[in-house]
Nanobody
């Protein structure tokens, strides 16, 4: 069983930066595809970034060039460095992982954190 816990969220002004962390417990961290998703009330959950087991990463167009996803397999931690934040980045952010990329890609990963709020003011 894997448990995930996000940290590092908060409030920031537009143009600022935040780094989210997602700590994992359990075995086999390096075997998983991992990702960050976000959701605004009343809207569908949105994929933000995915990092493969090989550390290859992909990003949503809305965050490309501003956000960086990374992972530390030794510390079992996933990161999301968010720069040049915009008010439209305001959302609840979730980390997730799955052994299968297809499931994670469509937001159906096996394991999810509880989420952490990021608020960007203009």
């Amino acid at each position: 069983q894997v448990q995930l816990m996000e940290s590092g969220g908060g409030s920031v002004q537009a143009g600022g930066s935040l780094t989210l962390s997602c700590s994992a417990s359990g075995y086999g961290f390096s075997d998983y595809y991992m990702g960050w998703f976000r959701q605004v009330p009343g809207k569908e959950r949105e994929r933000v970034a995915i990092i493969y087991k090989s550390a290859t990463s992909t990003y949503a167009d809305a965050v490309k060039g501003r956000f960086t996803i990374s992972r530390d397999n030794v510390k079992k931690t996933l990161f999301l460095q968010m720069n040049s934040l915009k008010p439209e980045d305001t959302a609840m952010y979730y980390c997730a992982l799955d052994l299968t990329l297809d499931r994670l890609w469509v937001g159906r990963g096996d394991y999810w954190g509880r989420g952490i709020q990021v608020t960007v003011s203009s």
